[in-house]
């Protein structure tokens, strides 16, 4: 069974893999991730404090090494446990290599200001779409804006915005993709409450279909598949790292006390943070190494209890949730949310983020939209490169704006607003 979820298939493209005995397919997925520009940009996108002081603090790129780095060694607690069952069907280090790509691409979609650029989107479409000129958007298209999503345009980034001139884009293998998707189902999706988000956009369907049918899962009535087993994985690494590492951050940045910081950590794991001799950044440090290590393995272990409901695709839910120190994460996980997402500091670096996304929005899809551009228009879809021609639908003129306003840094999208507004001495401090 476990063949099907192992696939080297590049999605999009027609040719069989390239022979290269140098590197596998996956190896490449890896390597094609790593050197492309949605990536490098990940280095001016907020973690967890936007425009931090220190440049101790981590950006969505540093954090996407780091889950990386934890999806690998999950990886690699799982392969030896299904040694006896895959071992003839991937090497380890391809095992590994699957979940290590995917979990570096998790948040390359993820707009300026992370989860409050994605807010901002969404309210800015909420109200835009009400005006007659949008009435004739379907309903899955007025929810792909209204519910923008970081997850789904991270599979859109990969198979559609990066290297666009060929089918696939990237064309990563069906592994890879598969261990990426959170949420298998698109914007709208009825009474179904099995995924709180959506992974796809209406516009890349076709593509989203073919992953899943290389990994052998069916639609359901929702129009969504059951999840690739090694997605729950990457989510995983992915969670750990939310907590654990932000709070590090955390500590770094002011917002939570050393002494807070470290109890936390001891409530994950006793004696993790060693004596009191030690400086206070090397036991915050030493604790976030062990306690990582102890969720690997309890996540490890999670997965392999749970493997046959994993495999079929009737499990439900997230492997950290039932792992043995779940009441300490969740306890964690909150005071990271509450302490640190929604401190003062963030929320007002947060707010300036807010005004600028809106205002280029308004700014782009005026300028996509005009049937007869204006000079100002034409001005401002060639400096954001707004590729706009007949064929287009009001959708995929819309959704353009949404993919040039999100693949921006925080920094330049501040700026460009700046500059477009004519706000000469608005800036970000």
């Given at each position: 069974m476990w063949q099907q979820f192992l696939s080297s298939h590049r999605i999009g493209s027609r040719r069989s893999s390239a022979t290269d005995v140098s590197r596998s397919e996956f190896h490449k997925d890896y390597d094609r991730i790593i050197f492309s520009s949605a990536f490098r940009r990940?280095?001016?996108?907020?973690?967890?404090?936007?425009?931090?002081?220190?440049?101790?603090?981590?950006?969505?790129?540093?954090?996407?090494?780091?889950?990386?780095?934890?999806?690998?060694?999950?990886?690699?607690?799982?392969?030896?446990?299904?040694?006896?069952?895959?071992?003839?069907?991937?090497s380890q280090g391809d095992f590994e290599a699957i979940v290590a790509a995917a979990c570096l691409a998790h948040d390359i979609g993820n707009p300026p200001f992370g989860h409050f650029g994605e807010k901002a989107?969404?309210?800015?479409?909420?109200?835009?779409?009400?005006?007659?000129?949008?009435?004739?958007?379907?309903?899955s298209e007025r929810a792909d804006l209204t519910r923008f999503e970081g997850n789904a345009q991270s599979f859109r980034i990969l198979t559609r915005l990066q290297m666009a001139n060929r089918p696939g884009g990237m064309q990563l293998t069906a592994a890879t993709l598969g261990a990426l998707i959170k949420y298998p189902r698109g914007s709208v999706a009825g009474e179904s409450k099995r995924y709180k988000k959506h992974g796809v956009f209406?516009?890349?369907?076709?593509l989203f279909d073919e992953v899943f049918e290389r990994?052998?899962?069916?639609?359901?009535?929702?129009?969504?598949?059951?999840?690739?087993?090694?997605?729950?994985?990457?989510?995983?690494?992915?969670?750990?790292?939310?907590?654990?590492?932000?709070?590090e951050d955390g500590c770094k940045a002011g917002l939570i006390s050393w002494d807070e910081g470290l109890s936390i950590l001891e409530g994950l794991?006793?004696?993790?943070?060693?004596?009191e001799k030690m400086p206070n950044a090397?036991?915050?440090?030493?604790?976030?190494?062990?306690?990582?290590?102890?969720?690997?393995?309890?996540?490890?272990?999670v997965f392999q209890s749970q493997q046959a409901a994993i495999?079929?695709?009737?499990?439900?839910?997230?492997?950290?949730?039932?792992i043995a120190v779940a009441d300490a994460y969740k306890a964690a996980k909150s005071i990271a949310v509450e302490r640190i997402f929604n401190s003062p500091r963030v929320l007002e670096l947060e707010a300036a983020g807010y005004r600028a996304i809106q205002g280029l929005m308004q700014v782009l899809t005026s300028a996509a939209l005009a049937e007869s551009p204006s000079?100002?228009?034409?001005?401002?879809?060639k400096l954001n490169n707004l590729e706009i021609t007949d064929e287009m639908s009001t959708y995929q003129k819309l959704v353009a704006c949404t993919d040039q306003v999100s693949g921006m840094t925080d920094r330049y999208c501040v700026e460009l607003f700046r500059r477009v507004s004519g706000q000469a001495d608005w800036k970000v401090s």
């Open positions: 990940l280095a001016d996108k907020t973690q967890v404090v936007p425009f931090p002081e220190s440049d101790y603090t981590r950006q969505r790129l540093t954090h996407s090494l780091e889950v990386s780095c934890v999806g690998r060694s999950l990886a690699t607690s799982v392969f030896e446990a299904v040694r006896s069952e895959i071992g003839d069907l991937v989107i969404q309210e800015w479409a909420e109200w835009r779409l009400k005006e007659p000129e949008f009435s004739s958007l379907t309903e209406q516009d890349d369907r076709p990994a052998g899962r069916v639609v359901d009535e929702f129009q969504q598949f059951s999840r690739h087993p090694l997605a729950l994985l990457s989510e995983a690494a992915d969670d750990i790292c939310y907590a654990v590492i932000d709070l794991r006793i004696g993790c943070t060693g004596t090397d036991r915050l440090s030493m604790g976030r190494a062990i306690v990582i290590g102890q969720l690997v393995q309890q996540c490890a272990e495999l079929e695709g009737t499990f439900d839910g997230s492997l950290i949730d039932l000079g100002f228009d034409l001005h401002i879809r």
